[in-house]
């Protein structure tokens, strides 16, 4: 098992919707994540999210697909200016909990993991996007690899 760490999908713009949901477009985007995820046989046993609309979407589509036993759930804490520190405390590889959340928390998340410190990024996230963290037997972690809508 191993970390994963997904960007939410395309929302519609605040102007449009004050929540906002995602788009059809984000929709369609993170149907194929998800879809390309559960046929690489990618194992989660929970998801969690922020709570925020646009996050709760994306968590319930890779749930859809992903199958995950624990279910989807809120998490406090993974909003988009949160500080990274207390939630990446609790982190183990071994738990197979797939974030979804937002910019510029994931990328400073992934950070602070690999690096130690939230700033730089060590990756950029896409919207939609997979990132999988896996740490060593001595607790370090590193990208293992990352599933990008987008190449190039």
């Known amino acids: 098992m191993a970390l994963y760490l997904v960007q939410h999908g395309k929302a519609l713009p605040q102007e449009q919707d004050a929540d906002r949901p995602l788009s ?30 646009r996050a ?37 590889s ?18 602070h993991l690999i690096i130690g410190a939230p700033e730089p990024p060590v990756i950029k996230f896409q919207m939609g996007g997979i990132v999988c963290l896996d740490q060593s037997d001595e607790g370090k972690w590193h990208i293992k690899w990352a599933l990008l809508p987008e190449i190039g």
């Open 24 to 53: 059809e477009e984000g929709r369609a985007r993170v149907k194929d994540m998800a879809g390309a995820a559960a046929k690489s046989g990618i194992a989660v046993r929970r998801i969690e999210h922020s709570g925020k609309t």
């Open 56 to 92: 709760r979407q994306t968590a319930e589509i890779m749930a859809q697909a992903l199958g995950p036993p624990e279910g989807v759930s809120e998490r406090p804490g993974i909003n988009p200016n949160d500080d990274v520190a207390p939630v990446a405390v609790g982190l183990r």
């Open 94 to 111: 071994g738990d197979g909990l797939m974030l979804v959340g937002h910019l510029p928390f994931m990328e400073r998340l992934t950070s």
